[in-house]
C-alpha cells in the first residue's frame, strides 16, 4: 500500500477497517479529560466494557449457589475450565486437545520445563535468546541450578551481531548444531519483548529436532498478536499470558500448549495436582495419579473463576474478531507507524528515531520499538503529558504497540504528530 502522512489518509483507513466497532467495546483510558492513545497492549491490554457483567455473573452465582455453583451456575465451576480449549486453539493454531487454561506464566513455564528439560550428565544446556525477558532469564537459571548445573555452563545466549538489534536465524541455527550433542532444551520467546522481533519458531523447532533436543516457547508477546501454527511447527510446549494482546486483566491466567504427541505419556516427569487426575475417578480420592491424557493432564488446581470469566470475555471478542482479520490489520498498523517514522525522520535535519523492529511482515506484530537517538526521556514523558500511553524500556527506547482491537490509523497518524511537535521543540 502507499502511505501517506495525513489525516484525510488515516481517517480513509478508519473507514474502510473491518473492526472498527471494536474500539467501543473497550474502555480507553482518559487523559486531561479526553480518550488517550493507548500504544501499550504489549504490556497490558485494555479492559473490554463486558468484562465486569462476566464476573458479576459468577460473583453473583456464587452467591446464590454458594458451592453448588460447581455445578448449577450459568457456566458451571466444575468444567469451567474447558470452555477455552476451542477458541484459544484457534489462536494459537493447535488442536483443542493440546491446549489449556491454568495458573500464570512462570508457574507454568516451570511445571513445563519440569515435563522438557530433562538433563543428563552429557546433554544438560539450554539455547534461548539473549535479552529474554527476566521471568525466563530467571526461570532458566533456577531450573539448571535444580538440576545441579552452573548456569554459566548450561545456558547458551543467542546474541545479535555486533551493531545489529535482532538475531539472525541462522546464527540460532548454527549455535543449536554446534551445541548439538549437549543440548537439552531450545527455549526461545516467540516474540523478543524489547526489539519486538518476531522468530522463526518453525525453523526453530526443526533444528532443535534435529539436535536430539525438545523445543519451547514463551509466547507472552505473541498470543493475540501474530500468526501461530504450533501444531503444525511441532514444537513441543509453549505457554503465555492472557493479559497482554489477550485483554484479560493485571495478572490474568495463563494458557499452555502440549503437542499431541506428548499429551498422553504417562511418563513424561510432570508435577501432579488433583485438577490433572482422570475425570472420571477424580472424586474417589485415591493415591495414585492418573493424568488427563489432554493438556488438561498438567492442571494442578480447579478454575480461578473470576479471572477466567474475564478472560471469557476478552476471548468471545477475539471470537467475533476472527484472528486472520485481526492479524491482517495488526500488520497495517504498524506499517503505516513505520512509515510515519521514517517520515519524521527524512523531514528533520538529521535522524532522530531508529527502529530496531524487522520491517519485515514475517518478523513483526504489532510492536514497534522506537532507539531514540536524542532526548529519549524527555521525548517518552512528553508523550504522557501530551495523551499518549507508550511503554519506556532502558536504557533508550520507546515501545510503541497499536493493536487491532482498539487502536486506530488515526492514533497513529495523531501519534506521529505529537513526535514531531515534541523533537522540534
Not at 140 to 166: K, L, M
Request: glycine fraction near 6%; charged fraction near 20%.
Amino acid at each position: 500500500m502507499n502511505f501517506e502522512n495525513s489525516i484525510a489518509f488515516a481517517k480513509q483507513l478508519d473507514e474502510k477497517d473491518l473492526l472498527k466497532d471494536f474500539r467501543n467495546q473497550f474502555y480507553i483510558p482518559l487523559i486531561n479529560g479526553k480518550e488517550s492513545i493507548y500504544f501499550t497492549g504489549n504490556s497490558l491490554g485494555l479492559q473490554p466494557k463486558s468484562t465486569q457483567d462476566y464476573v458479576l455473573n459468577e460473583l453473583e452465582d456464587w452467591a446464590s449457589f454458594g458451592v453448588e455453583g460447581h455445578f448449577h451456575a450459568r457456566k458451571p465451576w466444575m468444567p469451567y475450565h474447558e470452555m477455552f480449549a476451542a477458541p484459544i486453539a484457534k489462536i494459537v493454531g493447535a488442536l483443542p486437545e493440546e491446549v489449556v487454561v491454568m495458573n500464570q506464566l512462570t508457574v507454568n513455564l516451570h511445571l513445563l520445563m519440569v515435563s522438557f528439560y530433562q538433563p543428563t550428565k552429557q546433554r544438560y544446556k539450554i539455547i534461548c535468546e539473549a535479552k529474554a525477558f527476566p521471568s525466563d532469564q530467571y526461570a532458566i537459571e533456577s531450573q539448571v541450578r535444580f538440576h545441579g548445573f552452573n548456569p554459566a555452563d548450561a545456558i547458551i545466549e543467542v546474541a545479535p551481531r555486533e551493531g545489529e538489534h535482532t538475531i539472525r536465524t541462522e546464527d540460532i541455527i548454527s549455535t543449536i548444531e554446534k551445541n548439538a550433542n549437549e543440548t537439552a532444551l531450545v527455549l526461545f520467546g516467540g516474540v523478543n519483548y524489547y526489539s519486538g522481533q518476531v522468530f522463526d519458531m518453525a525453523a526453530i523447532t526443526k533444528a532443535a529436532h534435529a539436535a536430539g533436543a525438545f523445543c519451547g516457547f514463551d509466547l507472552a508477546h505473541a498470543a493475540g498478536n501474530i500468526e501461530l501454527q504450533l501444531h503444525d511447527w511441532n514444537a513441543d510446549f509453549a505457554c503465555w499470558c492472557s493479559y497482554k494482546y489477550l485483554n484479560s486483566g493485571p495478572g490474568g491466567v495463563s494458557g499452555v500448549f502440549i503437542h499431541q504427541k506428548h499429551i498422553a505419556n504417562k511418563d513424561l516427569p510432570r508435577f501432579a495436582g488433583w485438577w490433572g487426575h482422570t475425570k472420571e475417578t477424580r472424586f474417589k480420592m485415591e493415591k495414585g495419579f492418573e493424568p488427563i491424557p489432554t493438556a488438561e493432564g498438567w492442571q494442578l488446581s480447579n478454575a480461578p473463576v473470576l479471572s477466567m470469566a474475564a478472560h471469557k470475555a476478552a476471548l468471545d471478542i477475539f471470537e467475533k474478531a476472527g484472528m486472520e482479520n485481526l492479524i491482517a490489520k495488526g500488520k497495517l498498523l504498524s506499517d503505516f507507524l513505520l512509515f510515519i517514522i521514517d517520515d519524521l525522520n527524512n523531514s528533520a535535519a538529521e535522524r532522530l528515531i531508529e527502529v530496531i523492529t524487522p520491517k519485515a511482515d514475517n518478523e513483526k506484530g504489532c510492536q514497534v520499538s522506537m532507539l531514540m537517538l536524542q532526548r529519549g526521556k524527555e521525548v517518552f514523558d512528553a508523550l504522557l503529558q501530551q495523551g499518549v500511553i507508550a511503554d519506556w524500556r532502558e536504557p533508550n527506547v520507546i515501545r510503541v504497540a497499536p493493536v487491532p482491537l482498539y487502536n486506530t490509523f488515526t492514533d497513529v497518524f495523531t501519534f506521529g504528530q505529537i513526535v514531531k511537535t515534541i523533537l522540534n521543540k
